[in-house]
Each structure stands twice: as C-alpha cells, then as structure tokens.
C-alpha cells in the first residue's frame, strides 16, 4: 500500500496535511457514502477533504474526487443541502498533523514518520485538547519539509474501467 | 585448505543457481514494487546511493553466500516450499454486538431526540436529532416496534488493525433479545 495524500487543513491560517480521515467516521456511522472512483495508488479512499477550524469546531469545507459514474464529487455529494460547509459533529478522536522535516519515509499508509506531530483532540467536532510529540531530528538537512506523498501510480479511467469488467 | 577451496566452490555454485532461479521466478510486479520504493527512498539523490544499491549491496550480498551458502540454501529452500503452499486465511472479522453489559440506562425516542439534537452557530448542520447524520437514525427509527425498550449503550471494541474504539449508542431491546442499534459516537482510543 502506498503512503497516501492526506486529508487538508487549514489551521492558524496554514494549509496543512493530516494524517487522519474524519470523514470513514461519518461513513461508518451510517453516513450515505457516494462510491468514489479509485484512480491512484496514494488515494486507496477515491477522494480528498479540506477542513478548517473555526472557534474550535472542525468543519468540513471541500470535497474532490471522481465518482464511479465519471462525475465528480463536491460537499453535496455526501452533504445535500451543504454545499459549502458542513460541521463535523460525528467526529470525536485524535487528527495527527506531521510537521518538521522526514525523518523516516514509509511506504504505507501514514507510516512516515517527521520531527514532530500536532495531535488535536476533538469530542463531538469540538476541539478540546492539543499536545505535540517531538520526534527526533532528521539527521538528512535535505529531506522533505511537512507531509507529503513521494511518487505513486495513477490509472487512467478506461484502464480502471477495464479492471472493473473483468 | 583443500576443504576450504571445495566449500567456497560450493558457495559459488550455489549463488549461480539462486541467482539463476530467482531471475526465472520473479515476478514482473515484484520488480515493479521494489522499483517504485527504491524511487521513494529519500537518499536516492546522495552521490553514494547509485553505487551502493547497484555495486556494494549485491557484492555484499553475494559475498555472504559464498560465505554463508548452507544458511542461504536453506532459507532459499524455504522460500520455495512456502511459496508452494496455498496462502493462509486471515481469521473473520468479529461482528460487533451489543451485549447485555454494555448497556447502561432506558431512554423514551422523545428523550433521545432532544439529547441529540446537533447545534452550530454557522448553521452547517440540520437541526435535527444526530445532525447530519438523522437519516440513518430515521431508518433506525423504524426498526422500533410496539413493546420495544430503547436503551443506550457504551462499549469499547476492538476494530481492524487491533484499533480500539469506544462505541456509543442506542439498541433495541426485545423482551430478552438484544436487537439492532444505532451506534451514534465512534471515538477512535489509540492514536
């Protein structure tokens, strides 16, 4: 399994990655779940969120990815109704930020491991807690700056298709 | 010393055919794999990397055979033997179940309702029991039949990849029976 795009996150007026998915929680809930097109081996879940803080509740703000039909899916594929915003009362955990440079790449899942990571603890949406874990430095001063994917194999949608029909 | 020549011969010998094999047996996704991670190693840009993966790890590598050829045959051996063999089954995924000690006290649809219904101050949320998720509660809704007892339950489960998670929610209850549930909060424990 190859390491895999991050969900985005602005927070403190920054984009960045995170290596947590609140949006299984909602499908797992019950929440309708579109069935999305699997068109990269970094993206095994076929669609990519952007959230944001504001006043310490977590909001889903943006949607992309493929459809199984060709379509593309925005908020109001999952959310009718809420095309721009959608609270995420379901989600209650730990969202893991990786920050500082890589220290170890792991071809897997969110394996890699980074300087520090920025856990933010949310009940019920709701922020009510963060710490951060030092890590160790990276003894490589050219290794790569914040989360992020190295390489990964993208299928065409006609060789997906043909997958499919097999 | 003549036996030192005849086993370092052997050793020879043998990385000839291991070499050999493993050139006829691999497969074409395998040396995809292992191409596409060495592109992910972040030392691949370092002026060593080149002539380290390509010269000194497999001259090490051969040289340790030679070596060590009794070893290498043998985990070659098992290698082969175990590749034989048809793949072992993952046990079933346990289904989660609500059981009777899990459950904590009887709640009315009315009770529950206002308990959970989902506030926010930008209105990104239907004002409606579970929020955005009151359709599923709606389909769960229906499962009530007259004489049923509606109880909340908390329970921690273990998931896939041994991932602990604390289960919240609401159940039928049938008489005795334990019937379906709504699970309303997931909380994932460990990070």
Excluded at chain 1, 10 to 29: D, H, K, T, W
Excluded at chain 1, 47 to 66: C, F, K, S
Excluded at chain 2, 114 to 128: C, G, H, M, R, W
Excluded at chain 2, 156 to 168: C, K, S, Y
Aim: hydrophobic fraction near 40%; charged fraction near 20%; proline fraction near 5%.
């Amino acid at each position: 399994m190859t390491a895999q795009i991050g969900e985005k996150l602005i927070y403190e007026g920054r984009q960045v990655s995170m290596c947590s998915e609140p949006l299984n929680q909602f499908f797992a809930l019950g929440g309708a779940c579109p069935e999305f097109e699997f068109t990269c081996t970094a993206l095994w879940r076929g669609y990519v969120g952007t959230w944001e803080i504001i006043n310490d509740r977590l909001y889903l703000i943006g949607l992309t990815g493929t459809l199984k039909d060709g379509s593309e899916a925005t908020l109001e594929t999952v959310f009718q109704g809420y095309p721009d915003r959608v609270f995420a009362h379901w989600y209650s955990g730990t969202l893991r930020i990786p920050e500082g440079r890589q220290i170890e790449y792991v071809h897997m899942g969110y394996g890699s491991t980074y300087e520090r990571d920025r856990f933010l603890k949310f009940e019920k949406g709701i922020l009510v807690g963060c710490r951060v874990r030092e890590n160790g430095t990276a003894g490589d001063s050219n290794s790569t700056e914040g989360y992020g994917v190295g390489a990964m194999t993208v299928f065409s949608r006609r060789a997906n298709r043909e997958k499919g029909d097999q | 010393m003549t036996y030192l020549y005849w086993y370092l011969g052997i050793g020879v010998s043998v990385l000839v055919i291991i070499f050999t094999v493993h050139q006829l047996t691999k497969s074409k996704q395998e040396q995809e794999i292992a191409d596409l991670i060495a592109a992910f190693d972040p030392n691949r840009e370092q002026w060593w990397w080149k002539p380290l993966n390509n010269f000194v790890m497999p001259g090490l590598a051969a040289a340790a055979v030679v070596a060590g050829w009794p070893v290498a045959l043998y985990w070659k051996a098992k290698e082969m033997i175990e590749a034989r063999q048809p793949p072992r089954t993952e046990p079933p995924q346990k289904k989660f179940e609500v059981a009777r000690e899990h459950l904590q006290r009887q709640w009315t649809i009315a009770e529950v309702e206002a308990a959970e219904v989902v506030l926010d101050p930008l209105s990104a949320v239907p004002k409606a029991p579970f929020g955005h998720l009151n359709p599923a509660w709606e389909v769960f809704k229906q499962s009530i039949a007259e004489g049923d007892q509606l109880w909340g339950f908390s329970t921690v489960w273990e998931a896939e990849w041994r991932q602990n998670e604390l289960r919240e929610g609401y159940v039928i209850m049938r008489g005795d029976t334990i019937g379906p549930y709504f699970i309303a909060r997931l909380t994932i424990i460990s990070e």
